[in-house]
């Protein structure tokens, strides 16, 4: 995948990414929203083993701004119509800027009119209120809550809201 809009990229995660990829997935700053406060100890040589099995079913994504990497993304094919979406900006210092608004609506309009996806699934933290407001404004709808799902690295109970999407619920924020 490669989508461009504005000064913003989307491109396959590659072998030459790991470095940057373990840095951002080891730190627990960036890794606590999805439960992973410790980080993930993952090393460079293991995401770069991992990211040669990357395929159209399962895809990691660098998102660049003016060229620099600032954040990841990844899809995956849940069933026959239906994708599943992750995001993360990792440079904080980029957040609540509608960057996020922007990389989405590039990659949801993509799975839909490039990839023929009939509906994309998504599921945050009930405590992630800034993801939960940037999902909504996209189009996505709350279908579950789901309390206490699973415990993160600390032992503490986490709650996690579904979201799902089809193509006319889509608020297209890159055009």
């Not at 410790?38 to 660049?64: F, H, M, Q, V, W």
């Not at 620099?68 to 994708?83: H, I, L, S």
């Not at 609506?105 to 009119?113: E, W």
């Amino acid at each position: 995948m490669f989508l461009q809009f504005k000064n913003f990229t989307i491109r396959n995660a590659a072998v030459e990414d790991a470095d940057l990829l373990s840095t951002w997935w080891n730190d627990g700053k960036i890794m606590a929203h999805a439960g992973f406060p410790n980080g993930l100890d993952e090393s460079a040589y293991e995401i770069a083993e991992s990211l040669k099995k990357d395929t159209d079913e399962y895809r990691r994504l660098i998102i660049e701004l003016d060229n620099r990497p600032v954040g990841e993304m990844n899809y995956r094919r849940e069933a026959k119509d239906t994708a599943g979406i992750g995001i993360k900006i990792c440079d904080f210092s980029l957040h609540d800027r509608g960057y996020g608004k922007i990389v989405l609506s590039m990659l949801i309009s993509s799975l839909f009119h490039d990839m023929g996806y009939k509906k994309i699934i998504l599921d945050t933290n009930v405590n992630n209120k800034r993801a939960q407001h940037v999902y909504e404004e996209l189009g996505f709808q709350k279908i579950r809550i789901r309390e206490n799902a699973w415990k993160n690295q600390l032992g503490e109970l986490q709650s996690f809201i579904d979201y799902e999407m089809h193509p006319d619920d889509f608020v297209n924020f890159a055009k």
